[in-house]
């Protein structure tokens, strides 16, 4: 069993920065690939983000590239998402999730999930 814990969400303006981590416990050996999620009040959870957890390989949604950096460090065991010039429409609750296989962006293949954090970005 993998247990993940996401920290660092807040309220940030228009253009502002936020930086969420992922800190993961347990069996942690078996972890493929981290990804970040994020679901808006009456939307499907999306896919964000992904990083390959030995070799750093990066993955992210169109509307995200640019703006978004996913990073790991498997030393600490936790991954971090750097989001910078965010846009209103980034408002969600983001979840970080693992999976024992490699990069996918569907949330069916991820077998464990954090809590969520919640990210609002005012206009």
């Known amino acids: 069993q993998v247990q993940l814990v996401e920290s660092g969400g807040g309220l940030v303006q228009a253009g502002g920065s936020l930086r969420l981590s992922c800190a993961a416990e347990?069996?942690?050996?078996?972890?493929?690939?981290v990804g970040w999620f994020r679901q808006a009040p009456g939307k499907e959870r999306e896919f964000v983000a992904a990083?390959?957890?030995?070799?750093?390989?990066?993955y992210y949604v169109d509307s995200v590239k640019g703006r978004f950096t996913v990073s790991r460090d498997s030393a600490k065991n936790s991954v971090t998402l750097q989001m910078v010039s965010l846009k209103p429409e980034d408002t969600a609750v983001y979840y970080c999730?693992?999976?024992?296989?490699?990069?996918?962006?569907?949330?069916?293949?991820?077998?464990?999930w954090g809590q969520g954090t919640q990210v609002n970005v005012s206009s």
């Open positions: 990083i390959t957890y030995n070799g750093g390989n990066t």
């Open positions: 999730a693992a999976s024992e296989h490699f990069y996918s962006d569907s949330k069916s293949t991820y077998d464990y």
């Open positions: 347990g069996r942690t050996s078996s972890i493929y690939t």
